[in-house]
């Protein structure tokens, strides 16, 4: 053990607060984008946070399912999902397409709300836990109720995928964050899941666009029984 | 009494804010120019501007009241007091206590006050409409920086700018994410406050979409340069704080005069830095349409009042 | 002779100058040349000696007035005193510039009027001075009729009239609240004096009861939403003299009332209470910013901008209840003193205001700030004296209003260590609330004192404009002169708000702002947070010389005087200019879903296009408007009771004689 290495821990600890943070600062921004390539980058830096808080989490706790979970997370969520979104945007040729949405400033207040609500309701949870990043819970709930509300408020297909990818990325993170991971079976299963998630949407997409010519979800309301 | 340490250091300070401010635009200007294969104007072009309007008389409209002749000098010796209580080389400030960061946030708004004022003083419909979008912006921008300033105000128990940067810099390093969101804030905030894009263009003239060039339309010779100085040392000002609260490592504490030795080379570099920063920020963003900037200002305004949420969450 | 027994006199005084005003009822002359300034004396004398009263101990006397075996029990202590000064100080100032304003009477001879704003005043004093609640409601009756009078003083007018009847309603409606607050705080002991209700311990139900009634009761004096909506309409409809009155003045008698209840008079606090005046203060804060920002009618501006202001006082109020509540006394004190601070400063710089709107309006005769513009040149004294108001308003450094914000941010700064989890979370997001409260008001101040003093005079009638006469100077100067004391010098006067907190919560910040020196403004430590206007306005004036004297000496001073660039075209008139609807764009663009707007488009084809924007209130649709409906037709329902029969009148009578006997022998 090196003289410097307790330093050296608490900066970590410290950068999983700050990794958390830029996972909650990003599902804001994405509440506030309009661009839907714009959408994706933004999705990508996600993950990578998301990457990079859970490897500092598997070094500190010195679990190593936690670097397959890391490397899973990284191959799908930094490389393979946007790599298929954007061939997706391409091919459905919504590539700069920009999405006019429920007034952005109230979303975002909402917003707030939500993250002031998130926090209060994960204080009491977060000093049950004893993991080393559990102040960082009250983030990832409020990551997940912001991807939530940006599924609510966007009329467009692609948006609302990457809204639900985006509070996977928040429920992944909760899990890391308060019991160090989930089995790694579990873990397989969803990342599996997700995969095929993209798939299957991508696919109802391309039907969607098929039957209606566009890609506003508003027309899927013609579907119901009169 | 003030101890002569102190007052060398708040007097070098200010003569440092005056003469390099101008520097620092050229600076800008010169990466700009670099980034977009344009040849650029040289570094000391602002000195040179400046020299030329204050030689020139002054042109004041005759429907001019008072305020239109005295809202320059006042809006530089706000910009003045601010890079003298803007721990910028170092802490160890006298005229720090007199303003602290809400007098600070004051004191932009002062000087924005009188400037919209001014514009409106001649009554043609550029100078109105420029005071207009420039309190559109700052409505928003104030309690922006009022909050990105209250998250360090918050770590360090201090509303005092001079203790603030004392305080980060001098203790353990740490990280802090509500600062780091706090940040983000903050170059918002800066971008829109200094005229820059995506908010304004600080290159055109007469466009429609132009906020501060429309507000000192009517100004000519001296009072146009002290504008134009103004500016600069807003944007000096504006610099210098961002680094102070982000970046604090080499700013002198109190006590150490020597420290100022190299705190001035320290200092010159990060600006250098800062400055190439801004003219990338500015060459790769495109100006925004104006119904989009409170828009953008919103979201500076949220992203610091969740800095100073996470701050309470987190405690750091 | 005591302090309590001046102020009676000079009170009295007061009520004798309105008597001689009714015996010179219509010689404009003496009432305004002599009366007035007899009166603006007398509020000076008051103000002087609540100055002094309030560093003194608590005195009491007992009027032989009112009915028998029911005196008025009158009280001085230190939060009586501390109101009595903004009465006296505010009070002086817009009595000598009523003086020069009341020249041909407005509808109403001169000399009723002297009556009326001579009673208003008096009735004030006495409010804040009754220590039972039968003379504080005689009190505060007087003040809501003499107000009211005054308020319709230009009665021929329908729009005025209709707004002094629902200015009457709201307070009459408040009133009852208030009375049957007095009933609960008195726990059926039936004795109404304040000093018995001190006694009482109530159960935290009926202090919450009393509490809320008292909040809706004083909130529907102060303009709290959702009861502000008779406010923008009283007071522009005012003459300026008394708008300055009922605005600067009048509201902090209801902000008093909260105080006393909230406490004095109950004597334990719930941490809900405050959360409930700071969300009001807040929700009202805001409402009145940006409502203030997009109205057309100078006096309207300046009418929701008091909504704002009395907005902050409450959310100052609610953050020492909070604080109190949880046993945090020397933070409860800081939110009091800032809340405390505003109350005078924007007792000066409102009535200020509101005063130099009226110096416009009788040099123009417009309210509109469509047509007016330009007036710096032609009235410079009202011009200079209405921008310190304007930058004290829009809380700038180094003037008054900014240093009640500076101490208000600063509480809030401290609040982290609240025991509830949930208030530290809600805490930060209501600064950054106060925040954009405090640049908006900016926004509506520059919006104000630019189309009406700046640019070209949008009518060609502005250009004969006359400047103040002498004495409404005298009070413009007077109120002027107190916002930049009170902006530069503000460690005496916390010294004498700390008597008030003292006795609210039994703890000040004065010692240790005293301990910090007088020159710096430091409630706490000087590491932690520091202030000084004087040092600020000094370096500042300082670069603002050496930049004159050094541009002057190195380079020249020359200026050549030039019809100011028109963009090449020369056709340019002064109504060109933008407009104040122009100005307020963009904040009715952003703020669109608070504001109901009625707008008329003009179409391509007008002969004569017409924009007009109508800006309205959606809880006059949401809340007022229901109610009026429910009551009419409530009403209609008891007028089938109205046969017009005289038999069915007596049958009435006669049934509910029978039901009252049969009350009797029940019992």
Redesign the interface.
């Known amino acids: 053990m090196f003289f410097w290495e307790p330093e050296v821990n608490t900066l970590l600890t410290q950068s999983i607060n700050l990794f958390a943070t830029g996972l909650l600062v990003l599902a804001f921004a994405m509440i506030a984008q309009r661009r839907i390539l714009t959408l994706i980058h933004l999705f990508t830096l996600q993950g990578a946070s998301l990457v990079a808080a859970t490897l500092v989490v598997a070094y500190l706790t010195d679990q190593h399912h936690l670097y397959y979970s890391a490397a899973i997370t990284f191959v799908l969520k930094v490389v393979l999902i946007p790599i298929l979104l954007h061939r997706l945007i391409d091919r459905l040729n919504v590539r700069w397409d920009v999405e006019t949405l429920f007034n952005i400033p109230t979303t975002m207040l909402i917003g707030i709300v939500l993250v002031i609500f998130a926090f209060n309701l994960a204080t009491p949870i977060a000093g049950l836990s004893a993991s080393i990043a559990r102040g960082t819970l009250g983030i990832a709930l409020a990551s997940v109720l912001l991807s939530f509300l940006m599924m609510i408020v966007r009329a467009k297909a692609v948006p609302q995928v990457i809204g639900f990818l985006s509070m996977e990325n928040g429920l992944f993170f909760a899990a890391t964050a308060a019991t160090s991971g989930m089995p790694m079976l579990v873990e397989l299963g969803i990342a599996f899941d997700v995969l095929v998630g993209i798939l299957i949407l991508g696919v109802f997409m391309f039907q969607i666009r098929e039957q209606f010519d566009s890609l506003d979800i508003r027309h899927l309301e013609k579907l119901k029984e009169e | 009494m003030i101890p002569l340490s102190g007052f060398v250091s708040q007097l070098l300070e200010i003569i440092l804010a005056l003469a390099f401010a101008p520097l620092l635009t050229g600076w800008v200007n010169q990466c700009r120019a670099w980034l977009q294969n344009r040849s650029a104007p040289g570094l000391l072009q602002p000195y040179r501007a400046l020299h030329k309007l204050f030689n020139k008389e002054s042109v004041v409209a005759e429907s001019a009241s008072p305020i239109f002749r005295i809202a320059p000098y006042i809006v530089f010796g706000c910009m003045a007091l601010v890079c003298a209580i803007a721990p910028t080389l170092s802490t160890d400030l006298p005229l720090a206590p007199a303003a602290d960061t809400i007098a600070l946030v004051g004191l932009f708004a002062l000087a924005r006050v009188f400037i919209s004022l001014a514009a409106m003083d001649i009554g043609t419909s550029f100078g109105t409409l420029g005071a207009r979008r420039e309190m559109l912006i700052g409505f928003l921008a104030e309690p922006a920086l009022l909050m990105v300033l209250f998250s360090a105000s918050l770590i360090t128990q201090s509303t005092s700018l001079a203790n603030i940067v004392e305080t980060l810099a001098h203790q353990p390093f740490a990280i802090y994410p509500s600062l780091a969101v706090a940040g983000v804030a903050f170059t918002f905030v800066a971008l829109a406050e200094n005229a820059r894009v995506p908010v304004d263009n600080p290159a055109t003239h007469l466009e429609l979409t132009m906020i501060h060039e429309a507000l000192i339309l009517e100004y000519s010779g001296r009072h146009l340069a002290l504008i134009e100085w103004a500016a600069a040392l807003k944007l000096f000002a504006y610099s210098c704080i961002g680094l102070a609260l982000f970046f604090p490592w080499g700013i002198a504490g109190a006590g150490t005069p020597l420290a100022m030795i190299v705190a001035i080379p320290v200092l010159l570099a990060k600006l250098a830095i800062g400055g190439v920063l801004l003219a990338l920020i500015e060459t790769i963003n495109a100006k925004m349409r104006l119904f989009r900037v409170p828009e953008f200002l919103a979201t500076a305004f949220l992203l610091a009042v969740i800095a100073l949420l996470v701050h309470v969450l987190l405690g750091a | 002779m005591a302090h309590l027994d001046w102020i009676l006199v000079l009170v009295g005084g007061w009520l004798g100058l309105g008597l001689l005003g009714i015996l010179a009822l219509r010689h404009t002359d003496f009432v305004a040349r002599v009366l007035f300034p007899a009166g603006a004396a007398i509020a000076l004398g008051l103000a002087a000696i609540a100055l002094s009263a309030l560093f003194d101990d608590p005195e009491t006397a007992v009027l032989p007035l009112g009915l028998p075996n029911l005196p008025f029990h009158l009280r001085l202590d230190g939060l009586s005193a501390y109101f009595l000064l903004v009465i006296g100080a505010a009070g002086a100032g817009i009595s000598v510039f009523a003086a020069g304003y009341f020249r041909q009477g407005e509808g109403t001879p001169p000399g009723l009027l002297c009556l009326e704003y001579h009673v208003f005043l008096a009735s004030m004093a006495l409010v804040v001075l009754a220590d039972d609640a039968y003379a504080f409601m005689v009190m505060w009756e007087t003040m809501a009729l003499s107000s009211f009078f005054l308020v319709t003083a230009n009665h021929r007018v329908p729009a005025i009239r209709q707004a002094g009847f629902l200015y009457l309603l709201v307070a009459h409606i408040g009133a009852i609240a208030i009375l049957l607050c007095f009933g609960v705080l008195q726990a059926n002991t039936g004795d109404y004096s304040f000093a018995n209700m001190r006694a009482q311990s109530l159960s935290p139900l009926w202090a919450s009861a009393a509490f809320l009634l008292a909040t809706f009761g004083f909130g529907a004096k102060a303009g709290i939403l959702p009861l502000h909506v008779w406010l923008p309409e009283a007071h522009p409809a005012a003459p300026s003299p008394v708008s300055a009155l009922m605005s600067g003045v009048m509201l902090k008698t209801a902000i008093y009332g909260i105080l006393r209840i909230g406490f004095d008079l109950l004597n334990a606090q719930l941490w809900w209470w405050g959360a409930l005046l700071l969300a009001l203060g807040l929700a009202t804060a805001l409402f009145g910013v940006v409502f203030s920002a997009v109205q057309t009618d100078m006096k309207r501006l300046l009418a929701y901008s008091s909504i704002e202001n009395i907005g902050l006082l409450f959310v100052g109020i609610g953050l020492g209840v909070l604080f109190n509540a949880y046993g945090m006394h020397a933070l409860s004190a800081l939110a009091l003193t800032a809340a405390l601070y505003h109350v005078i400063s924007h007792a000066f710089f409102k009535s200020l205001l509101f005063l130099g709107t009226g110096s416009v309006l009788h040099a123009t005769g417009e309210r509109s700030l469509g047509k007016l513009?330009?007036l710096?040149?032609r009235m410079?004294w009202v011009?200079w004296l209405v921008?310190i108001g304007v930058?004290a308003s829009?809380?700038?450094?180094p003037l008054s209003g900014?240093v009640a914000?500076?101490l208000l941010?600063?509480s809030f700064?401290f609040t982290?260590e609240l025991p509830n989890?949930?208030l530290?979370?809600?805490v930060?997001?209501v600064?950054?609330a106060i925040?954009?409260v405090?640049?908006?008001a900016?926004?509506a101040?520059?919006?104000f004192?630019?189309?009406i003093?700046?640019?070209?005079p949008r009518e060609a009638k502005l250009a004969e404009a006359q400047d103040a006469s002498l004495l409404e100077r005298a009070g413009l100067i007077w109120l002027a002169s107190g916002c930049v004391v009170l902006g530069l010098f503000p460690v005496p006067l916390i010294g004498a708000i700390d008597r008030v907190t003292q006795l609210l919560i039994g703890t000040g910040i004065a010692s240790t702002v005293r301990n910090n020196g007088w020159l710096?403004l430091?409630p706490t430590t000087?590491?932690?947070?520091?202030?000084?206007p004087l040092?600020?306005l000094a370096?500042?004036?300082?670069?603002?010389l050496l930049?004159?004297l050094l541009?002057h000496r190195?380079?020249?001073g020359?200026?050549?005087?030039?019809?100011?660039?028109?963009?090449g075209y020369p056709a340019?008139t002064?109504r060109?200019?933008?407009t104040a609807e122009?100005?307020g764009?963009?904040?009715r663009?952003?703020f669109e879903?608070f504001i109901r707007m009625r707008r008329e488009l003009p179409s391509p084809f007008d002969e004569k296009p017409i924009y007009h924007v109508r800006i309205e209130d959606h809880l006059w649709h949401w809340l007022y408007l229901p109610i009026a409906r429910t009551t009419e037709r409530f009403a209609r329902l008891v007028g089938r009771l109205q046969q017009g029969r005289i038999a069915i009148y007596l049958l009435y009578s006669f049934l509910t004689l029978l039901v009252l006997l049969l009350v009797v022998v029940a019992k």
């Not at chain 3, 003093?453 to 070209?456: A, I, K, N, R, T």
């Not at chain 3, 000087?526 to 000084?532: N, V």
């Not at chain 3, 370096?539 to 603002?544: D, I, K, N």
């Open positions: 513009g330009g710096m040149r410079p011009g921008l930058l829009s809380g700038l450094p900014f914000e500076w941010l600063q700064l982290t989890s949930f530290n979370m809600l930060p997001v600064a950054a925040a954009l405090a640049a908006l900016g926004y101040m520059v919006k004192f630019g189309v003093f700046l640019g070209q710096l430091a000087l590491e932690r947070a520091s202030y000084s040092i600020f370096v500042t004036c300082l670069a603002v930049a004159v541009v190195l380079y020249h020359r200026v050549r005087f030039a019809p100011p660039w028109d963009c340019q002064a060109m200019q933008d122009g100005f764009q963009p904040i663009q952003i879903p």
